[in-house]
């Protein structure tokens, strides 16, 4: 493209953008990160100041035996997609919303692996422009997550069934990073209640809200 396609597909990025990935077998769409891709648009746009728009992230969102393949998938999808909005709006900030699967997919993009048998690397797998222009980083009911980090939300004392190393850190993100995750939840928490797992969006929607605003 030439100089000016380029300063005019520039001028038309919003100032803000969310991209969110959706839980094991919602359909296409953003399933349960609806809520608060919702509720920061809705707050954004009632100030009338902020332009902002949404994706969210394409992958299979598979679970039973494709799950793994599903992950690798989705990783690379997050990887893809938000170098390629980086690349299209580079002075546009970016929110990063997972909900389950989708978390893991975004947990492993932003903060590495291994994540046997999805993924290898062991290293932050998106851009610099990426990490230069992402604010916040709101995860909920994450397979990987493992008590005591300085980013959990939720009250949640077990680790998930893909659940992180006892010692893990995420020095480039864990300052942009809230992650929700409460004890009754069977796949961040190692329990048995479907509906805390569920019910994220409902209970710390607010509370996620507030953290992203916090971090624009």
């Not at 299979?60 to 690379?76: K, L």
């Not at 989708?102 to 797998?125: K, M, T, W």
């Not at 069934?161 to 004890?183: G, N």
Request: include cysteine; charged fraction near 15%; hydrophobic fraction near 40%.
């Amino acid at each position: 493209p030439s100089i000016q396609q380029r300063e005019k597909a520039v001028d038309s990025c919003p100032l803000l953008h969310i991209i969110a990935a959706r839980e094991t077998t919602a359909p296409p769409g953003f399933g349960s990160a609806q809520t608060l891709v919702d509720l920061v648009t809705g707050a954004i746009s009632g100030a009338g100041t902020t332009t902002i728009t949404a994706e969210a992230i394409d992958y299979p969102a598979a679970g039973g035996e494709g799950y793994a393949g599903s992950v690798t998938v989705g990783v690379a999808a997050v990887v893809r997609q938000t170098a390629e909005f980086a690349a299209r709006c580079p002075r546009s900030a970016i929110i990063m919303h997972g909900y389950s699967q989708g978390a893991q997919i975004i947990d492993d993009a932003f903060c590495g692996g291994p994540d046997f048998p999805s993924l290898n690397s062991s290293v932050p797998l998106v851009t610099l422009a990426v990490a230069r222009n992402v604010l916040a980083i709101v995860l909920m009911g994450n397979p990987r997550h493992v008590p005591g980090l300085v980013f959990n939300a939720g009250n949640a004392t077990a680790g998930g069934f893909a659940a992180r190393p006892r010692d893990f850190r995420c020095p480039v993100f864990e300052d942009r990073i809230q992650a929700y995750c409460d004890d009754p939840d069977p796949f961040c928490s190692n329990s048995t209640d479907d509906a805390t797992h569920e019910s994220y969006g409902q209970v710390y929607g607010k509370q996620a809200l507030g953290f992203v605003i916090s971090r624009l």
